[in-house]
């Protein structure tokens, strides 16, 4: 039986468990292949040295759950100036990016925004950057078919018109500080799509979403702005939508499921795990001055 029959059948979050962790797995590292394959010829005629190297090697055990007390360093900010071509434009931040594919795709159809990554599991980052790496430079190939002397002039405006960046970290420590180094009301959205579920009660501390995240995602944002979350676990829900309304710091919105369709493109995991997870939508509770 192969992982998407399999998908199917699980009956407990073990299972559930399990199953990602192996469909995970297999999807990547086939991904990831095919691509390079698909696009050898064309990676050459970009003099992209050691680009097979840079792309794929044995990666590390994938584990789509990972201990947040086990990682505990405060980050380094990198020099925002030096990374996207826009600092003016507003932001978008996904928390919990895993490999990225929402936040690649939203990125190509919206120029108009930065969106920033952030995941503590550096092999999914590290997956989602390679991705990015192959879109972008799919993207230079289309455009320079008809003028090869150009290519590098092409790479190197691609990357002055970056608008999408992954980091490594652990949200509940760093995120305050990565909000507050970028420009003062820059943030306008924020996603937290299908967070760690948790499922053991005495595991439900290294959940993303506590009170200390919604105080941080309050004192560090801009006033308009949006949070949206959406997970397939009821129970999760439920403690999710706890926190931001007994904070007394949000007021939850209601929003079309046709809207946010349009907002945020699937990815792989929802597509075939969650066709209809919970959504929530929170706005700050501003006092008038």
């Not at 599991?121 to 289309?142: G, L, P």
């Not at 960046?165 to 009301?185: E, G, Q, R, T």
Request: aromatic share 8%.
């Amino acid at each position: 039986m192969n992982s998407l029959a399999r998908i199917k059948n699980f009956r407990n979050p073990l299972q559930y468990t399990l199953l990602r962790r192996t469909f995970v797995t297999e999807f990547d590292i086939n991904f990831l292949k095919n691509e390079i394959k698909n696009n050898s010829n064309q990676i050459n005629n970009l003099n992209i040295l050691n680009y097979k190297s840079q792309i794929i090697k044995k990666p590390k055990k994938l584990r789509p759950h990972i201990n947040p007390f086990s990682v505990k360093e405060i980050i380094k900010i990198p020099k925002w100036d030096q990374i996207y071509s826009n600092l003016k434009l507003p932001f978008h931040i996904d928390l919990g990016c895993g490999q990225g594919e929402m936040l690649l795709e939203r990125s190509l159809l919206q120029k108009d925004k930065n969106m920033l990554g952030i995941d503590m599991r550096d092999v999914y980052i590290d997956i989602a950057k390679n991705k990015q790496f192959i879109k972008e430079n799919n993207t230079i190939n289309t455009t320079t078919t008809t003028n090869n002397n150009n290519n590098n002039n092409n790479i190197n405006n691609n990357n002055n018109n970056n608008n999408l960046h992954y980091i490594i970290a652990n949200i509940n420590l760093n995120i305050k500080n990565i909000n507050l180094s970028l420009p003062k009301d820059s943030i306008k959205e924020i996603s937290i799509f299908f967070p760690d579920p948790c499922f053991k009660k005495s595991h439900h501390k290294r959940r993303l979403i506590n009170k200390a995240l919604v105080k941080d995602l309050y004192e560090s944002t801009a006033d308009d702005v949006v949070i949206y979350i959406q997970t397939d676990q009821q129970e999760l829900g439920l403690d999710i939508q706890q926190h931001f309304i007994s904070s007394n710091l949000f007021i939850q919105q209601n929003i079309d499921s046709l809207v946010w369709n349009n907002l945020f493109p699937k990815s792989k995991y929802q597509r075939l795990f969650s066709q209809d997870p919970q959504r929530y939508v929170f706005i700050k509770k501003i006092e008038p001055k």
